[in-house]
């Protein structure tokens, strides 16, 4: 980073790596539950970083795509401890996940059509539909703020239903964003650059990919997902289905929602879907692959982004281009619910537990880890 956060002393690697491991393994809830998490323990009890310094950080990790929860943390381990804090505190924070998810992919493939499996899995898939839609409905509050957004959005959703590639969906966004912004001050001379820099990584991968499976081509496929994946860790569920279900026939529907709730069971990043997928496809190997794949951008992003901060920030193109992003996100994820949805809700118990569990997510705040529970269980006892 060009003016990374300054700290009056370095903190022990092995500090760092045993705060990220404790983080890891609490952080149920998805990225706005992680986020509150480090900020109780690496501004509040540890002292590491001020408030303000914590926010500029976050504000860097949402400037870039990948899991930005993981940005977050390898930002502060790099502010912390240097070059072994950022490699430190991103392993540290996804390995407990990465082993959790592993294991129950192991499970899954030896059991998984054993009632038991078969009825908790039946009872998560309804949650994990719950908590996505109530996800787009927190987040369309902030993105959908003009008639702008709202068209841009409606056609968003229009493209990705009928087909068009998640990535030149998201790219078409934000250069519609930036061409509206860039009508507006023609006549300033404005012009700053910024946009076509934060269009690299949009690009990056963006072509389709047409492979029989192998390790590597497993690990291109997750590797273009972290280089291109903006907005919330559910908008992963788009890029999956369109590349692994849909592109590759390497997944079923139901697997991929599969996937999905055994990310929700487990703390940590919702990115360790991968994890599962990759167990699948190709046993302990493909886990390691996948995961080293969809995580890998975010190291590199985190550690070449710092220069462009600043200048992002006073950017209004800049900004423009990320909210094109955003709206674009919001529109992949709500077209992969419903689609995903058709299959989740597939009888009225399912139904009943979706409904049940929207409500308590919206009226009455249950936290999704608890919901997950709860929905497992049901399934355990209801849906066997």
């Known amino acids: 980073m060009a003016e990374?956060?300054?700290?009056?002393?370095?903190?022990?690697?092995?500090?760092?790596?045993?705060?990220?491991?404790?983080?890891?393994?609490?952080?149920?809830?998805?990225?706005?539950?992680?986020?509150?998490?480090?900020?109780?323990?690496?501004v509040r009890r540890r002292r590491w970083l001020t408030r303000e310094e914590f926010l500029d950080l976050l504000g860097a990790a949402n400037?870039?795509?990948?899991?930005?929860?993981?940005?977050?943390?390898?930002?502060?381990?790099?502010?912390?401890?240097?070059?072994?804090?950022?490699?430190?505190?991103?392993?540290?924070?996804?390995?407990?996940?990465?082993?959790?998810?592993?294991?129950?992919?192991?499970?899954?493939?030896?059991?998984?059509?054993?009632?038991?499996?078969?009825?908790?899995?039946?009872?998560?898939?309804?949650?994990v539909i719950a908590i996505v839609a109530n996800a787009i409905l927190q987040l369309g509050r902030g993105v959908l703020t003009s008639r702008a957004a709202i068209l841009l959005g409606v056609a968003c959703a229009t493209a990705a239903a009928l087909g068009a590639h998640e990535i030149a969906i998201l790219a078409a966004a934000g250069v519609a964003m930036w061409l509206g912004v860039a009508v507006r001050d023609a006549g300033r001379g404005r012009d700053d650059g910024a946009p076509r820099?934060?269009?690299l990584p949009l690009l990056t991968g963006a072509a389709g990919l047409s492979l029989p499976f192998s390790l590597g081509?497993?690990?291109?496929?997750?590797?273009?997902?972290?280089?291109?994946?903006?907005?919330?860790?559910?908008?992963?569920?788009?890029?999956?289905?369109?590349?692994?279900?849909?592109?590759?026939?390497?997944?079923?529907?139901?697997?991929?929602?599969?996937?999905?709730?055994?990310?929700?069971?487990?703390?940590?990043?919702?990115?360790?879907?991968?994890?599962?997928?990759?167990?699948?496809?190709?046993?302990?190997?493909g886990a390691l692959v996948a995961t080293v794949g969809i995580f890998l951008p975010a190291f590199v992003f985190v550690a070449l982004s710092g220069p462009l901060v600043p200048r992002v920030r006073r950017s209004p193109t800049a900004r423009a281009v990320l909210d094109g992003v955003n709206v674009a996100s919001l529109a992949l994820m709500l077209v992969v619910t419903i689609q995903l949805g058709r299959e989740a809700l597939g009888g009225p118990v399912a139904i009943a537990i979706a409904v049940a569990s929207a409500v308590a997510l919206m009226r009455y705040r249950v936290s999704a880890a608890s919901l997950v529970l709860a929905g497992a269980t049901l399934g355990l006892l209801l849906l066997r």
């Open 217 to 285: 081509a497993l690990f291109l496929v997750f590797l273009k997902i972290g280089a291109v994946l903006f907005g919330s860790g559910y908008v992963l569920l788009a890029f999956l289905r369109n590349d692994l279900v849909i592109r590759l026939g390497w997944l079923t529907e139901r697997q991929l929602l599969d996937a999905v709730a055994v990310g929700q069971v487990t703390p940590g990043p919702v990115f360790t879907a991968a994890t599962f997928v990759g167990y699948l496809l190709g046993g302990a190997a």
């Open 4 to 42: 990374p956060v300054r700290v009056a002393t370095r903190t022990p690697l092995g500090e760092i790596a045993r705060c990220f491991l404790r983080l890891g393994l609490v952080s149920f809830g998805g990225p706005a539950a992680h986020v509150a998490l480090m900020e109780e323990e690496i």
């Open 63 to 127: 400037l870039i795509p990948g899991p930005n929860s993981t940005e977050l943390a390898i930002h502060v381990g790099f502010v912390r401890a240097g070059w072994p804090g950022l490699v430190a505190a991103g392993v540290c924070f996804i390995l407990p996940a990465a082993v959790i998810v592993a294991a129950l992919a192991w499970g899954y493939v030896r059991y998984g059509a054993l009632p038991a499996i078969t009825g908790i899995l039946a009872g998560v898939k309804p949650v």
């Open 197 to 199: 820099a934060l269009a």
